[in-house]
């Protein structure tokens, strides 16, 4: 499974990006999808996820100003992210786990990753 993640750039803080992240598999259904970043110097970290079953799940710091969706005709999950802050500054990446279920806060869960795309925040 290759993933691509598209929709980063620079953008003021309040300001909005979308992300999305295009697989090449026809079992695209049968993965659950999330999303992690990594700024400099600092561990992967969770951001959310859309599981096999059809739950979302959020890290504390999105507080409701990211929204993960999926398509799963067009093989596509997209990460709305509004009210963006400095501190979300960091290389986005989307991951797939095949039939995975619950939180998936463990980057090791994950089959597939993307190769990334850069968010950049200015204040």
């Known amino acids: 499974v290759h993933l691509t993640e598209s929709g980063g750039g620079v953008v003021q803080t309040g300001g909005s990006l979308r992300l999305s992240c295009a697989a090449s598999t026809p079992a695209f259904s049968s993965y659950a999808m999330a999303w992690f970043r990594q700024a400099p110097g600092k561990e992967r970290e969770f951001v959310g996820r859309f599981d096999w079953g059809g739950n979302i799940y959020y890290a504390d710091f999105v507080k409701g100003r990211f929204t993960i969706s999926r398509d799963n005709v067009k093989d596509t999950v997209s990460l709305q992210m509004n009210s963006l802050k400095p501190e979300d500054t960091a290389l986005y990446y989307c991951?797939?786990?095949?039939?995975?279920?619950?939180?998936?806060?463990?980057?090791?869960?994950?089959?597939?990753w993307g190769q990334g795309t850069q968010v950049t925040v200015s204040s």
């Open positions: 991951a797939a786990e095949f039939r995975g279920e619950g939180w998936g806060r463990n980057p090791l869960q994950y089959d597939f």
